[in-house]
C-alpha cells in the first residue's frame, strides 16, 4: 500500500514512543487473536514492521495496530519499524485503507472508515468508490449502515450477524420495532433470508392493521360539476327524454336548472315492467 516502503530503511524504535493513531477505524480486537499473533511474535519475531510517522515527542502510529498490541502483549520493548513522512491529514487517510483492505474489519466499523474518508478527502460518494475500486452503489449501501443506533450496532456485532442482516434490518423505519425484530433474529439465529421474510411479513401486517383513510373526493373545480350535469342530460335525450338545462350566474350563485317534460316523465312510470 505505501509505494515507498521496500525502499526505506526498518529501523528499531522504543515501543513506549509509538502513540496509536486516533484515526485508526477498528474498534474491536479479539483478545484470543491477540494472544495468538503475541505467541508468534514471541516465538518468530514481528514478520511485518510497523509504519509510523515522526510527531513531537516520538511517533505515531499508521499501519499495524494489533502487531503493536500483540508486541506490547509479548513483552517486547522494541519494534521494527519503517517511518514514512506524512502529515495528520495523510496518515488517517493511510490508516483507514490499510484497514478497508483487510477482510475481517468489523461492518460498522468499515462503514465508519469510509465516511471518515469521505471527510478527510472532502470528495462526493462516487469520488470515494473510484479511490477504493468499489462501485458507488457499494458505498452508499455500507454508509447507510450507519442509520442503525449505536444499540443496534452492537448487538448486530455481537451477534455476528452479516451486513445482509442488517440492511435487511433498515426497511424498519420505527426504532422499538426495529429493536424488537433484532433481539427475534438473534434469539432464534435467524438466516438473512428467514430475517428479510419475518420483516417483509412484519410490515404487511403493520399495514393491514392500520385502520383504512376514508377517501375524500374533491373537486376544486366547480366546472366540472356542470359539465358533469350537460353529459346526465345528453344522455337522457339519448334514451328519448327531451330534457333540457339552463344556468344563469349571479354575483352570488352559479344557477342550474335541468328541464323534464313532466308527460315523458309520467309516460314512463305506467310503462309495465
Same mark, same amino acid.
Given at each position: 500500500?505505501?509505494?515507498?516502503?521496500?525502499?526505506?530503511?526498518?529501523? %528499531?524504535?522504543?515501543?513506549?514512543?509509538?502513540?496509536?493513531?486516533?484515526?485508526?477505524?477498528?474498534?474491536?480486537?479479539?483478545?484470543? %487473536?491477540?494472544?495468538?499473533?503475541?505467541?508468534? $511474535?514471541? !516465538?518468530?519475531?514481528?514478520?511485518?514492521?510497523?509504519?509510523?510517522?515522526?510527531?513531537?515527542?516520538?511517533? %505515531?502510529?499508521?499501519?499495524?495496530?494489533?502487531?503493536?498490541?500483540?508486541?506490547?502483549?509479548?513483552?517486547?520493548?522494541?519494534?521494527?519499524?519503517?517511518?514514512?513522512?506524512?502529515?495528520?491529514?495523510?496518515?488517517?487517510?493511510?490508516?483507514?485503507?490499510?484497514?478497508?483492505?483487510?477482510?475481517?474489519?468489523?461492518?460498522?466499523?468499515?462503514?465508519?472508515? $469510509?465516511?471518515?474518508?469521505?471527510?478527510?478527502?472532502?470528495? =462526493?460518494?462516487?469520488? !470515494?468508490?473510484?479511490?477504493?475500486?468499489?462501485?458507488?452503489?457499494?458505498?452508499?449501501? @455500507?454508509?447507510?449502515?450507519?442509520?442503525? =443506533?449505536?444499540?443496534?450496532?452492537?448487538? $448486530?456485532?455481537?451477534?455476528?450477524?452479516?451486513?445482509?442482516?442488517?440492511? !435487511?434490518?433498515?426497511?424498519?423505519?420505527?426504532?422499538?420495532?426495529?429493536?424488537?425484530?433484532?433481539? $427475534?433474529?438473534?434469539?432464534?439465529?435467524?438466516?438473512?433470508?428467514?430475517?428479510? %421474510?419475518?420483516?417483509?411479513?412484519?410490515?404487511?401486517?403493520?399495514?393491514?392493521?392500520?385502520?383504512?383513510?376514508?377517501?375524500?373526493?374533491?373537486? @376544486?373545480?366547480?366546472?366540472?360539476?356542470?359539465? =358533469?350535469?350537460?353529459?346526465?342530460?345528453?344522455?337522457?335525450?339519448?334514451?328519448?327524454?327531451?330534457?333540457? =338545462?339552463?344556468?344563469?350566474?349571479?354575483?352570488?350563485?352559479?344557477?342550474?336548472?335541468?328541464?323534464?317534460? @313532466?308527460?315523458?316523465?309520467?309516460?314512463?312510470?305506467?310503462?309495465?315492467?
Amino acid at each position: 500500500m505505501f509505494m515507498l516502503q521496500d525502499k526505506r530503511r526498518v529501523q %528499531e524504535i522504543p515501543l513506549n514512543k509509538i502513540r496509536p493513531n486516533p484515526s485508526q477505524p477498528r474498534r474491536t480486537f479479539s483478545q484470543r %487473536e491477540l494472544q495468538e499473533l503475541s505467541d508468534s $511474535i514471541r !516465538a518468530n519475531g514481528l514478520l511485518q514492521p510497523l509504519t509510523v510517522r515522526r510527531v513531537p515527542g516520538g511517533y %505515531e502510529l499508521i499501519a499495524g495496530e494489533r502487531r503493536l498490541r500483540a508486541c506490547f502483549l509479548a513483552g517486547m520493548r522494541f519494534a521494527s519499524c519503517i517511518v514514512v513522512d506524512c502529515d495528520e491529514q495523510q496518515s488517517a487517510v493511510y490508516a483507514i485503507l490499510e484497514n478497508l483492505q483487510r477482510q475481517d474489519l468489523q461492518v460498522f466499523e468499515e462503514a465508519e472508515g $469510509i465516511r471518515r474518508l469521505i471527510e478527510e478527502w472532502g470528495v =462526493t460518494q462516487e469520488e !470515494a468508490a473510484a479511490r477504493l475500486g468499489k462501485s458507488q452503489s457499494a458505498i452508499a449501501n @455500507k454508509l447507510r449502515l450507519l442509520r442503525l =443506533t449505536q444499540q443496534e450496532r452492537e448487538i $448486530i456485532s455481537e451477534a455476528r450477524l452479516t451486513e445482509r442482516h442488517a440492511r !435487511a434490518l433498515l426497511k424498519v423505519d420505527e426504532e422499538k420495532q426495529r429493536m424488537r425484530i433484532l433481539h $427475534i433474529v438473534v434469539d432464534s439465529g435467524l438466516n438473512v433470508k428467514q430475517t428479510e %421474510e419475518l420483516i417483509d411479513a412484519e410490515i404487511q401486517k403493520e399495514t393491514q392493521d392500520k385502520p383504512k383513510s376514508k377517501r375524500t373526493f374533491v373537486i @376544486k373545480d366547480v366546472r366540472l360539476f356542470l359539465n =358533469t350535469i350537460k353529459h346526465a342530460v345528453e344522455t337522457m335525450r339519448l334514451s328519448g327524454i327531451n330534457a333540457v =338545462t339552463q344556468s344563469r350566474e349571479t354575483d352570488e350563485f352559479i344557477e342550474c336548472v335541468v328541464r323534464i317534460p @313532466k308527460a315523458q316523465a309520467d309516460s314512463r312510470k305506467k310503462k309495465p315492467a
